[in-house]
């Protein structure tokens, strides 16, 4: 509810839009866990300049001994599993720790947090007095989101959609921070200037009938007077993701289980959500789009037949060395869905 990293950018309607339009998705088999202070899940991770320790002030990581501004602990950069793997094992909880960090190094440290938009955890620490020189701070491991897993694209930020430009967040195939985004944001805006000069003039699309069902069903949300509202759905979504496609593991059975509970969500939510106005008929579209990137990371994780990086298969505990250098991909077309496998370039 937005409490995540990349709000709100991480939506799914990018990747949502792009799939329905016939686009190539890559990578959404694999989760993305991002790491951070505890029940405050923005980014900024890498910008606290301490140590990370257990309850004992043990340091968790052997890769320094004083955490500066050039030199940080890079432990929850490198092993971002520590926070969970430590609470599991109960030598948790794994807290960061700031007490011998130089005062001209914490003054960078806040203004870099400022400057990242965690301003709501400032005001908070500001008001419950808490002082990172005097309090050690929890760490914990965020859920999986969706940012750089998705629209798989060419060297001109091109899909495989002729006309169909993507930059930035949504896409899976390059990088999806704020680097890559402004990288492939500037190609990508020059590619579909270069091609816009030679189309026509832009048509009206009210005889599409796509455009008309789309149209249909967000009037339809609009006019409802009763029915559940978008977090409703938005918290049974998650609820599915977590339980039969979360990090603790799947199978082929827990994946078939869980697709078979989103095709029921979607189809009760499309025919029963009610939005009040505008804003709240936003978010319910992003829902929907999130449930449709939830259908499409349950059949990749199930195509994907093996255990590597975070995508983890009880049934198959094993990395194939055979799909080392490949890339799955998946596309609708008129209703089917095709995955096939790709070298990675």
Same mark, same amino acid.
């Given at each position: 509810?937005?409490? $995540?990293?990349?709000?709100?950018?991480?939506?799914?309607?990018?990747?949502?839009?792009?799939?329905?339009?016939?686009?190539?998705?890559?990578?959404?088999?694999?989760?993305?866990?991002? &790491?951070?202070?505890?029940?405050?899940?923005?980014?900024?991770?890498?910008?606290?300049?301490?140590?990370?320790?257990?309850?004992?002030?043990?340091?968790?990581?052997?890769?320094?001994?004083?955490?500066?501004?050039?030199?940080?602990?890079?432990?929850?950069?490198?092993?971002?599993?520590?926070?969970?793997?430590?609470?599991?094992?109960?030598?948790?909880?794994?807290?960061?720790?700031?007490?011998?960090?130089?005062?001209?190094?914490?003054?960078?440290?806040?203004?870099?947090?400022?400057?990242?938009?965690? $301003?709501?955890?400032?005001?908070?620490?500001?008001?419950?007095?808490?002082?990172?020189?005097?309090?050690?701070?929890?760490?914990?491991?965020?859920?999986?989101?969706?940012?750089?897993?998705?629209?798989?694209?060419?060297?001109?930020?091109?899909?495989?959609?002729?006309?169909?430009? *993507? *930059?930035?967040?949504?896409?899976?195939?390059?990088? *999806?921070?704020?680097?890559?985004?402004?990288?492939?944001?500037?190609? &990508?805006?020059?590619?579909?200037?270069?091609?816009?000069?030679?189309?026509?003039?832009?048509?009206?699309?009210?005889?599409?009938?796509?455009?008309?069902?789309? $149209?249909?069903?967000?009037?339809?949300?609009?006019?409802?007077?009763?029915?559940?509202?978008?977090?409703? *759905?938005?918290?049974?979504?998650?609820?599915?993701?977590?339980?039969?496609?979360?990090?603790?593991?799947?199978?082929?059975?827990?994946?078939?289980?869980?697709?078979?509970?989103?095709?029921?969500?979607? =189809? =009760?939510?499309?025919?029963?959500?009610?939005?009040?106005?505008?804003?709240?008929?936003?978010?319910?579209?992003? $829902?929907?789009?999130?449930?449709?990137?939830?259908?499409?990371?349950?059949?990749?994780?199930?195509?994907?037949?093996?255990?590597?990086?975070?995508?983890?298969?009880?049934?198959?505990?094993?990395?194939?060395?055979?799909?080392?250098?490949?890339?799955?991909?998946?596309?609708?077309?008129?209703?089917?869905?095709?995955?096939?496998?790709?070298?990675?370039?």
């Amino acid at each position: 509810m937005f409490n $995540t990293a990349n709000c709100p950018v991480c939506t799914g309607s990018g990747q949502a839009m792009a799939y329905r339009a016939g686009a190539k998705l890559v990578n959404m088999e694999f989760p993305n866990r991002h &790491a951070g202070p505890k029940y405050f899940a923005r980014c900024g991770k890498a910008t606290w300049i301490g140590l990370y320790k257990d309850p004992q002030g043990n340091s968790v990581g052997p890769f320094v001994s004083k955490a500066t501004r050039e030199l940080g602990d890079i432990t929850g950069d490198i092993w971002s599993d520590v926070f969970t793997e430590k609470f599991k094992c109960g030598e948790g909880p794994v807290y960061i720790d700031c007490s011998s960090t130089s005062k001209d190094d914490l003054d960078y440290m806040m203004w870099g947090l400022v400057q990242e938009g965690n $301003t709501g955890m400032l005001d908070y620490m500001a008001a419950e007095g808490i002082d990172v020189r005097k309090h050690a701070v929890e760490f914990m491991q965020y859920e999986p989101f969706l940012v750089g897993r998705g629209i798989e694209i060419d060297q001109h930020a091109e899909t495989n959609i002729r006309g169909l430009f *993507a *930059a930035g967040d949504p896409v899976g195939n390059f990088r *999806a921070d704020c680097a890559g985004a402004a990288t492939f944001g500037w190609i &990508a805006g020059q590619s579909a200037a270069a091609r816009a000069k030679k189309l026509p003039a832009f048509q009206s699309i009210e005889s599409d009938s796509y455009a008309r069902k789309r $149209t249909q069903l967000y009037a339809d949300i609009m006019k409802r007077k009763v029915g559940p509202d978008w977090k409703e *759905a938005n918290l049974a979504l998650q609820q599915i993701m977590s339980d039969y496609a979360g990090p603790h593991g799947r199978s082929e059975t827990l994946l078939n289980a869980g697709s078979t509970y989103l095709k029921k969500l979607k =189809k =009760k939510t499309s025919a029963t959500l009610a939005a009040g106005n505008a804003h709240t008929l936003m978010r319910s579209i992003e $829902t929907l789009d999130l449930m449709e990137c939830g259908q499409v990371i349950f059949l990749t994780a199930g195509e994907r037949k093996e255990t590597r990086g975070k995508h983890v298969r009880l049934d198959y505990p094993f990395t194939n060395p055979l799909l080392a250098d490949k890339f799955l991909t998946i596309r609708k077309e008129n209703g089917r869905v095709h995955m096939n496998w790709r070298d990675r370039l």
